[in-house]
């Protein structure tokens, strides 16, 4: 399966300090993608790194990929009280298959 | 913003009856899919569909899902007979027309308790 696991499964934080999220793929892909979920909500998309990407940025939140590692990390930075979520990563491989989302971390930004 | 509207938001059914989940997708979208996630769980595929046809479907849609586009706006999902274990947040999900490889836009979900 090349389904991403998250890492930690849980994370609870101060406000104002960073947070970081791992995930692990098994098979080649051809993007990675972050999601967040508010409790009882949809998912909302974060950011997508593509599999000949290594880094990249959107406002607080930071992503790298490690293609040979398959990894990735979400960093993000200065957290707020309003992060508190579920954050899933999903992987595309390079044929026409779905979205494949892994188990989640659970942050919790305390004020 | 154009966003995915999924309808009803709770369905309380007994187990065997039929239920319908409707999805409205963004409207240039060309890719539909349907996920479930059961209560604290991970997000599982169900199926994806394309150019009026299914492309990929899980194990988990069996002979009781069933999905369809009846006019060209809404997109649904029938389940013939609930089991208790349907019970579950079912999220449409849609993407566009760039090919399948950006991102998925979520409605927020129909909750369904079979009983």
């Known amino acids: 399966s090349q389904q991403g696991e998250e890492d930690p499964q849980a994370l609870s934080i101060q406000e104002g300090e960073n947070a970081t999220m791992n995930c692990s793929y098994k098979t080649s892909i051809n993007n990675l993608q972050w999601y967040r979920q508010n409790s009882g909500r949809g998912l909302v998309h974060l950011i997508l790194i593509r599999s000949n990407e290594r880094e990249k940025h959107s406002g607080r939140l930071r992503v790298t990929l490690d293609t040979s590692k398959k990894s990735s990390s979400l960093l993000i930075t200065a957290s707020r009280a309003a992060d508190t979520a579920s954050y899933f990563c999903?992987?595309?491989?390079?044929?026409?298959?779905?979205?494949?989302f892994g188990k989640g971390t659970r942050l919790s930004v305390i004020a | 913003e154009p966003e995915v509207t999924q309808t009803p938001s709770h369905q309380v059914t007994q187990m065997g009856q039929e239920v319908i989940l409707r999805c409205v997708p963004i409207s240039n979208h060309l890719y539909f899919y349907w996920y479930r996630q059961i209560l604290g769980q991970k997000v599982e595929f169900l199926v994806s569909f394309y150019n009026n046809e299914i492309s990929e479907k899980s194990e988990i849609f069996d002979d009781q899902f069933s999905v369809e586009r009846p006019d060209g706006s809404n997109f649904t999902l029938k389940i013939r007979s609930t089991k208790l274990e349907d019970s579950a947040m079912y999220f449409c999900a849609s993407s566009s027309g760039q090919g399948n490889t950006g991102e998925l836009f979520f409605g927020e979900g129909s909750r369904l308790t079979v009983l």
């Open positions: 999903a992987t595309l491989n390079s044929g026409n298959t779905p979205l494949v």
